[in-house]
Structures are given as structure tokens and as C-alpha cells.
């Protein structure tokens, strides 16, 4: 999959599918400095994810922030060429930000991915 570079961040999409609904989410950042993956609220209440009783509250710590989310397990998930089956996504909002996410650790790490830097490709083996 193809890496855009704009401002100073990596970006890529990724597609998630909740209550047979499917979804391509742009401007989403690979953040290999984020533990968990997170998505804005605001690009998913149209597939029908929103917080319900049940759902774990996260508190999500960056560097000058936090931010309340919550986590919901999402029955399919599809990063670069890697489909991701049954994962907790924490949802929120990233106020101050213009993206639509971040892909963190979690998931690169798990779907065994290579930042290509010279390519501007984020890659997987597995």
C-alpha cells in the first residue's frame, strides 16, 4: 500500500466493516509511537459504531494530551493487503488533529508490517 507524506506525517486508509456495513477511512496516520489504533467517532456513526453499554472506556495518552475513547471489537478490519479478523479498535475524537485516525502498534506489529521509507510503502510478509 502506498504512503502519502504530508505535513510531516505517514498516511494511509484503512477499511473497517461493522454491522455488515463497510468503510474506507483516508487520513489515517501510521503512528509506530501509538500503542493501540484509533479511529475519529465521526468517520464511523454512518456504519452504525457509536458507544453502547458494554464497551470499554479507554483513556488514551499522547504527548500533550489525552483523550477519552472507547474500544468496540470489530469483526473485520483490512490494513495495506492484511485482513484483520475480530479486533478491539478504540474509537474518539482527536481533537486539534485534521486526520481521521491513527494505526498503531497493535495492529503493525501484529500484521507484521515494513515501513518502506524509500518507497513510501507500508508492506506485510504474513
Do not use: Q
Request: charge should be negative.
Amino acid at each position: 500500500m502506498i504512503l502519502l507524506y504530508e505535513e510531516g506525517l505517514l498516511l494511509t486508509s484503512i477499511e473497517i466493516e461493522f454491522s455488515g456495513k463497510k468503510k474506507v477511512i483516508d487520513c489515517v496516520v501510521v503512528d509506530t509511537g501509538a500503542a493501540h489504533s484509533i479511529i475519529v467517532i465521526d468517520e464511523v456513526s454512518d456504519i452504525g459504531i457509536y458507544f453502547e453499554p458494554g464497551d470499554h472506556l479507554v483513556n488514551s495518552v499522547g504527548i500533550g494530551s489525552g483523550e477519552f475513547c472507547f474500544s468496540k471489537k470489530i469483526p473485520f478490519v483490512k490494513l495495506a493487503n492484511k485482513e484483520f479478523h475480530h479486533v478491539d479498535i478504540d474509537f474518539g475524537n482527536l481533537d486539534g488533529f485534521p486526520i481521521s485516525g491513527l494505526v498503531g502498534l497493535d495492529l503493525l506489529k501484529t500484521g507484521g508490517f515494513i515501513i518502506d521509507l524509500n518507497d513510501m510503502k507500508l508492506i506485510t510478509n504474513s
